[in-house]
């Protein structure tokens, strides 16, 4: 397979009154062409502003991409050295983002019809009724029934499912080779969340496009991706395939997560365990594993020298001191399997 997203070292920082934050710090993935992969993590990890920097969207305040830093796109862009309008193109035609709040993306005084029909008619020469038909296909191909109808309906006329839908459909009307969809299910009722990620996997096998999935939530991780990345202070902690991730986990944090994972058996979200502590202050990281305030198994050399990734397989490896020959044998807090 050949990569449409090639990441490397990359480094983002927010220039504050108080100093700089270290948003993102030394981040390296590669996506292959049709692939899901999924970064997971706590809010504040780095897993949106890595995604926002990959389409350039500027968050507020400014980000500075660090020099060293490389984003190559589908073998030819580089990310980090395109202009704003050479960057509005690719955005334009090759990239298409959802995020978590569909009402704040939407113009709430434009027909549907008009915002994917707008869209489509930035970025192709087509008459505007070829590009009502266009939008309308792309209703019906995110599940809404009755297209045409839905077309002159405006935004609060909708639930807040099927508004995401229509950031589907409008993330699609370029067809990109790349989507991102950041956090698309969180502000969901749990239904219409497993709607949205079975559309998705849907989608994606129809288009063939490839898909990064922002997410904290290990449960939509499991139904879509087929590679996780787990992002932890502005790093990769762990990286491999979704089986190596959940039957394997080699990191620590990876295990905190897992085990916060909500089980069939519990009924409410305040039942999850969540990891003691809080991540480190990115205005000054710690200089050896930035996990090492909040994990039980950290020794002397994790809080002096940043562990590096060591390699669990060709496809996974681990920023963990513990894969280390001379560590010792730790027991492992979850069972094969979560
Ligand atoms: Fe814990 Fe040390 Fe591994 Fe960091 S490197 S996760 S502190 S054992
Ligand atoms: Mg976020």
Request: with cysteine; aromatic share 6%.
């Amino acid at each position: 397979a050949k990569p449409i997203l090639e990441v490397n070292d990359l480094r983002v920082s927010f220039k504050m009154y108080a100093g700089e934050v270290q948003a993102v710090r030394g981040v390296s993935f590669t996506l292959n062409k049709g692939e899901v992969l999924a970064i997971v993590g706590e809010s504040g990890c780095g897993k949106s502003v890595t995604a926002q920097t990959i389409m350039r969207l500027n968050p507020t305040p400014p980000s500075i991409i660090k020099e060293g830093s490389s984003i190559l796109f589908d073998g030819k862009h580089e990310i980090t050295k395109l202009t704003n309008s050479q960057m509005e193109h690719v955005r334009g035609e090759e990239m298409g983002m959802i995020f978590q709040d569909p009402m704040t993306s939407l113009n709430p005084t434009m027909t549907i019809g008009a915002q994917i029909s707008e869209g489509i008619r930035k970025h192709q020469k087509v008459k505007k009724v070829e590009a009502l038909l266009r939008a309308s296909d792309l209703l019906a191909l995110v599940g809404i029934s009755n297209p045409h109808e839905r077309l002159h309906q405006y935004p609060h006329e909708l639930s807040g499912g099927m508004r995401q839908r229509v950031m589907i459909a409008i993330a699609l009307a370029c067809n990109p080779k790349l989507l991102i969809a950041d956090e698309p299910t969180t502000a969901l009722d749990v239904t219409i969340q497993a709607q949205i990620i079975d559309l998705l996997r849907d989608i994606q096998k129809k288009t063939e496009t490839s898909i990064i999935i922002i997410t904290h939530d290990l449960g939509v991780v499991a139904e879509i991706a087929q590679r996780v990345l787990v992002m932890y202070a502005g790093r990769v902690v762990e990286q491999g395939y979704l089986d190596e991730i959940f039957y394997n986990p080699q990191h620590p944090y990876t295990w905190g997560l897992l085990r916060s994972v909500p089980r069939l058996d519990s009924d409410t979200k305040s039942a999850l365990v969540s990891i003691p502590g809080t991540p480190p202050d990115l205005f000054a990281p710690p200089k050896g594993c930035a996990f090492a305030a909040r994990c039980p198994y950290a020794m002397k050399v994790c809080t002096e020298i940043d562990p590096g990734h060591f390699r669990v397989s060709d496809t996974h490896s681990s920023a963990c001191w513990l894969l280390h020959e001379d560590a010792p044998n730790v027991e492992r807090p979850i069972e094969a399997g979560g």
